[in-house]
Structures are given as C-alpha cells and as structure tokens.
C-alpha cells in the first residue's frame, strides 16, 4: 500500500495568513492526489483533483501544486470559515490510502 | 450531479453482519463507481472497496477482501455494503462516494458494541 504522510498534523494560524501542509507518498503517483476539508460531523468534500485542479465552486484561495511524491495544499488567505481538517488522498492504485489529517485552527 | 442518500444509524453485536444502503439519484451514468470509505472518531478516513454501477465488478481492498460484500441494484440504483463478523474496531461512520470523490452520502454510523 502507498502510504501518505501529511505535515504538520496541526497548526494554528490567523486570518490573512498563508498557510500551507504538505502530503508525501511513499512511491510516486504522478498527479493523482486529492485534498479534502472535513468539518466536524460533516464528510470530507473534495477541495483540489488531479493535484492542482480546484473543485467548482471551491474559493480560488485554495491552491494544489506537487507531482511525483511530494505536494502542497497552499490557503493563501486565511478566512474563519477555513477552520476544519485537511487531508490528501491518493487515487493512483487501489487501495486508495488517505492521510492522516492536518487540524488547522484560527487563532 | 449524482446525489447520494444512505440507510440510518446501526448497532450491531460483535460477529455480527451490518448491510448500508447507498440510494444514488440525478446525472448516476457520469458516475459508474461507487467507492465505500468509512471513518472511525478522531482517524483519516479509509477507503475499503469500489463497486462499479454497469457491470457490477467490485474491487475490495485486501484487507477486507474475506468479509466485505459490495453490490449494486439497478432496478432501484442502489448501492450496498455488507461486511461480516464485525469487530469493535469496525465502529464507524460509512461513507458512499462517487467515482471521482466528488460527492459524498450523508454517511451512516455503525457501532458494534456488546
């Protein structure tokens, strides 16, 4: 199995803030990740595909870069509604293994 | 866009069967997959298996691949989710999803406690 490593697991930033958490694969994966934002009691909801390409609808703070192993959720300004949990997932070969989850909290 | 409503909340003993339903409805021939991922409190999530809407192929991950049953009913466009001799550790939210992960159902929780 691939197995994912997001960091930091947390991290608290302020309003305006550019805050960025990378996610690495244990073998590469081309551009095949995922990032999603989970809320409490909701489902994740998928943020950025295929590496870099934003969802309809998603604020264009949100960005994806990365390809191979290495890759980045970048907010390039930090609202309050953007208080939730990030993860990345990688769609490349089954099982399709999640990371572990960054908590981003506002200060 | 394919809408994606699940069965409600369980409580199963240990070794026992739990059954999700999956009922998906609008654009359904954009999204022929169905993948299951399910969600223990405080974990990432966890993809367990696709099952695909046309043919009825499934791909279980390995590690459930010996009591995981995943099948699709086309007279009523439902997707369902049997797994057997549950354990503790299976107590979670359960999750369909479409095939690009773009839309998620409202996920059911099941809890398997003595």
């Known amino acids: 199995d691939i197995q994912m490593t997001q960091s930091p697991s947390s991290l608290s930033a302020s309003v305006g803030d550019r805050v960025s958490i990378t996610c690495r694969t244990s073998?590469?994966?081309?551009?095949?990740l995922n990032w999603y934002q989970q809320k409490p009691g909701q489902a994740p909801k998928v943020l950025i595909y295929g590496a870099s390409t934003l969802q309809s609808g998603v604020p264009s703070r949100f960005s994806g870069s990365g390809s191979g192993t290495d890759f980045t959720l970048t907010i390039s300004s930090l609202q309050p509604g953007d208080s939730a949990t990030y993860y990345c997932?990688?769609?490349?070969?089954?099982?399709?293994?999640f990371g572990q989850g960054t908590k981003l909290e506002i200060k | 866009q394919v809408q994606l409503v699940q069965s409600g909340a369980e409580v199963k003993k240990p070794g026992a069967s739990m059954k999700v339903s999956c009922k998906a409805s609008g654009d359904i021939f954009s999204s022929s997959d169905i993948h299951w991922v399910r969600q223990a409190a405080g974990q990432g999530p966890e993809w367990m298996g696709w099952v695909n809407s046309v043919s009825g192929n499934t791909g279980p991950a390995q590690r459930f691949r010996n009591r995981l049953t995943m099948t699709w009913n086309s007279s009523i466009d439902t997707a369902y989710l049997d797994l057997y001799g549950l354990r503790s550790d299976d107590t979670a939210v359960y999750y369909c999803?479409?095939?690009?992960?773009?839309?998620w159902g409202q996920g059911t929780l099941v809890t398997v406690s003595s």
């Open positions: 997932q990688q769609t490349y070969t089954t099982p399709y293994t």
């Open positions: 073998q590469t994966i081309s551009k095949f």
């Open positions: 999803v479409t095939s690009q992960f773009q839309q």
